[in-house]
């Protein structure tokens, strides 16, 4: 093996730490300025907690089951509205205002109760936004 060949491919430490944060510069300015393209209220929304409660409040105490009867809206925090939507095979029950495009959605499937000896699958979607 000849001499050279131990330092073969090799670069200098300094060229290669340049090349490190020049990426990590550009990465960091892509990632700010897709930051400032995309929509934040969509993401803000707090879709999870508005649906839990939902399905809290739709439901009677110490059950399950959904009634559509007991469907609100009103379990939305102060500052957001909401579109809160039931869905049992074809009938759907729908409380609050018709949503924007840019609404943040969740979903959960749940048990419904369409009369007292018949329930149903079913889904819960709620629609946020501010």
Known sequence: MSRS????A???PLPVLVAVAVVCLAVGAFATVRADVLPVAASDAP????LADAVDAASP???VVVEPARLTASVVPAGYEANVTLTA???EWTIGERPP???ARASQRVPVRL??????PGRLAVEVWS
């Open 5 to 8: 060949s131990a330092r073969r």
């Open 10 to 12: 090799q670069v200098e």
């Open 47 to 50: 879709t999870e907690e508005v």
């Open 61 to 63: 105490p110490d059950d």
């Open 89 to 91: 095979g074809n009938r």
């Open 101 to 103: 495009p840019e609404a």
């Open 115 to 120: 009369a007292d000896d018949r329930t149903r």
